[in-house]
Structures are given as structure tokens and as C-alpha cells.
Nanobody, 119 residues
Framework: QVQLVESGGGLVQAGGSLRLSCAASGRTFSSFAMGWFRQAPGKEREFVAAISWTGVIPHYADSVKGRFTISKDNAQNTVYLQMNTLKPEDTAVYYC????????????WGQGTQVTVSS
């Protein structure tokens, strides 16, 4: 298991930017693929972005492609989500998750950070 703590959420106007951070501790961070998910009120949790354990190969949901960027700093045990051109529909609690390189599912989750985008 790895322990995850998100930060960087807040209130921003539409068109603005935020950068979320997720600090990891515990097992070797560099061996984990990392992901960001979000859950809006009344909706199911959805995938936002993920990055390979090497930090080289990103994947994005179509809804955020071209606006969000995920990055992984193995030296700092941190994964980031840079969010630009934010829209009100991006409002949600954002969760960081970790998946061991030999696993198929994300097994460790942070507590979440609230992102609110006003119109």
C-alpha cells in the first residue's frame, strides 16, 4: 500500500487554472502508475487522467484532453494534475490513486480535494 494526500483544490472562475498535487509515502513510488479521478455530486466517480509508472505515458478522459496535464515526479514522490481552461462541469472532488505496476486496478486512494469552478 501507499499513502496518498491530495492538495491544491479550491474555488476558481471558469477559464482559470489550478494545479493539484498528490504526495505519496510508503512503498516505492516509482513502481506505481498514478491516476486522478473525480466525483461530482450525484454522479459516479469517473476517470480523469493516468500516467505510467515511468512517468512517461499519459492517458486522459476525452472531457479533459487538451486542458489537463498529468505529470509524475519520482524524485519528489508526487503526482500533479495541471488543470487549465476550467469549466463549471469540472466541479468535483478530485481523488488521487495508485496502481502497482503489476496490478490491473488502482488500489490506494487519497481523501480527495474539492475543486469548484464558478461560471
Amino acid at each position: 500500500q501507499v499513502q496518498l494526500v491530495e492538495s491544491g483544490g479550491g474555488l476558481v472562475q471558469a477559464g482559470g487554472s489550478l494545479r493539484l498535487s498528490c504526495a505519496a509515502s510508503g512503498r516505492t513510488f516509482s513502481s506505481f502508475a498514478m491516476g486522478w479521478f473525480r466525483q461530482a455530486p450525484g454522479k459516479e466517480r469517473e476517470f480523469v487522467a493516468a500516467i505510467s509508472w515511468t512517468g512517461v505515458i499519459p492517458h486522459y478522459a476525452d472531457s479533459v484532453k487538451g486542458r489537463f496535464t498529468i505529470s509524475k515526479d519520482n524524485a519528489q514522490n508526487t503526482v500533479y494534475l495541471q488543470m487549465n481552461t476550467l469549466k463549471p462541469e469540472d466541479t468535483a472532488v478530485y481523488y488521487c490513486a495508485a496502481r502497482p505496476s503489476d496490478a490491473t486496478r488502482f488500489g490506494s486512494w487519497g481523501q480527495g480535494t474539492q475543486v469548484t469552478v464558478s461560471s
